[in-house]
Every structure is written in structure tokens, then in C-alpha cells.
T-cell receptor, first 111, second 116 residues
Framework: LAKTTQPISMDSYEGQEVNITCSHN???????ITWYQQFPSQGPRFIIQ???TKVTNEVASLFIPADRKSSTLSLPRVSLSDTAVYYC????????????FGDGTTLTVKP | GAVVSQHPSWVICKSGTSVKIECRSLDFQATTMFWYRQFPKQSLMLMATSNEGSKATYEQGVEKDKFLINHASLTLSTLTVTSAHPEDSSFYIC????????????FGSGTRLTVV
């Protein structure tokens, strides 16, 4: 399984755009990149997933360069409620494929 | 959507007793479910892969006789912590996927186990 590296923590202010980058140098051809958000004492929540280039949904964008060795989660105009731990996962596209969590990035949004 | 329900959300038990945690996929069938453990301020650690109708696959270092996993149907997997001890106190989370490419993995809300 590809190992991921993220910054341990990030601080931001309300209304700002936040970009969290994840390195996954050993990503395999069949691997997808998925980001999750976790609040204390809750299970992780799916944010966005992509394979290459750019993916956008109603809450975030995911940028993946051509070599796919990294990815960037972009959260537009964060609010206090976005304070959470964000995990980048890399895993194969089969439904049976397991995912290994890295250390995650603790994002703190300040007023 | 894809909903995974986990029960109970918290449990306190005495040392030496066993505790069962249930994980249900409510609106889809899951031939595979995953169990994680998370200690405070740490990341999720994969414990085992639960396979419907067959034995679970445990990660290295996880005692299969202590953490019994049963996946008897396509919508239910259970994790039983046998002869629990205080060091087993942790946050246990299950996950499953309806369609990995579309929904990613859906996680349960977690179970806070406290062994006293």
C-alpha cells in the first residue's frame, strides 16, 4: 500500500482558502486518491476522490498532477466548523481494497 | 447514498468480560467490511478485513483470538472484544463501501470502548 505524507497541522482563518498537500510517491497505477474528514469521536467522512487532474464537488476540489505523486485538497472559504483532521488515502479501485490511514493533517480554523 | 450504522456508540465494561460491536450497511450490501482502532490523538489503525461467509483477515500484530470478527450476512459484521482489559480501551470504527469509485469508503460513527 502506498504510504502518504501530510503536514501534521495547519492553521487558517475563516473565509480563507485552505490547501492541504499529500505526498504519495509510491502510488500504483490502479490507485485512487481519497480524502476524508474526521471530527473528534466520529468516524471519518468521505470528502472527495480522484484519479488524475482535477475533481470538484460541492465541498472541495482535488488537484492531482500528471505524475500523481502528490495531491492537494482545496477547501474554499473555510469556516470554524471545518476544524478537523483531514486524511489522504491511496488505495486500489476494487471495492475490496483496504485503505491505510496516514497521520492526517489537523486543520484549525480561527475566527 | 451509502450509510453504515455502528452500535453501540459507547460502552463501558468490566475487565475480563467480552463486548460485541455491530456494524451494519443500511442501504447496500457489503461483502467486505473493515475494522479500525483509534487511540486518542492518533490515526486510525486497520485491524482486520471482514469477509462475508469466510474468515476475517487480520493485520499483523492483531490477535485474532481476542478480536473475533463475524460477517454472517451481507449487511452485518460484528467485532467481539474478548476478555477485555483496560489497554483495549479505544475508539473502534468500521467501514464498508457501496461503490468505491463513487462513494469511497463509508465509515460508521464509531464505538468508544472503556474497560474498567
Amino acid at each position: 500500500l502506498a504510504k502518504t505524507t501530510q503536514p501534521i497541522s495547519m492553521d487558517s482563518y475563516e473565509g480563507q482558502e485552505v490547501n492541504i498537500t499529500c505526498s504519495h510517491n509510491n502510488i500504483a497505477t490502479n490507485d485512487y486518491i481519497t480524502w476524508y474528514q474526521q471530527f473528534p469521536s466520529q468516524g471519518p467522512r468521505f470528502i472527495i476522490q480522484g484519479y488524475k487532474t482535477k475533481v470538484t464537488n460541492e465541498v472541495a476540489s482535488l488537484f492531482i498532477p500528471a505524475d500523481r505523486k502528490s495531491s492537494t485538497l482545496s477547501l474554499p472559504r473555510v469556516s470554524l466548523s471545518d476544524t478537523a483532521v483531514y486524511y489522504c488515502l491511496v488505495g486500489d479501485q476494487t471495492n475490496a481494497g483496504k485503505s491505510t490511514f496516514g497521520d492526517g493533517t489537523t486543520l484549525t480554523v480561527k475566527p | 447514498g451509502a450509510v453504515v450504522s455502528q452500535h453501540p456508540s459507547w460502552v463501558i465494561c468490566k475487565s475480563g468480560t467480552s463486548v460485541k460491536i455491530e456494524c451494519r450497511s443500511l442501504d447496500f450490501q457489503a461483502t467486505t467490511m473493515f475494522w479500525y482502532r483509534q487511540f486518542p490523538k492518533q490515526s486510525l489503525m486497520l485491524m482486520a478485513t471482514s469477509n462475508e461467509g469466510s474468515k476475517a483477515t487480520y493485520e499483523q500484530g492483531v490477535e485474532k483470538d481476542k478480536f473475533l470478527i463475524n460477517h454472517a450476512s451481507l449487511t452485518l459484521s460484528t467485532l467481539t472484544v474478548t476478555s477485555a482489559h483496560p489497554e483495549d480501551s479505544s475508539f473502534y470504527i468500521c467501514s464498508a463501501t457501496r461503490d468505491r469509485q463513487t462513494y469511497g469508503y463509508t465509515f460508521g460513527s464509531g464505538t468508544r470502548l472503556t474497560v474498567v
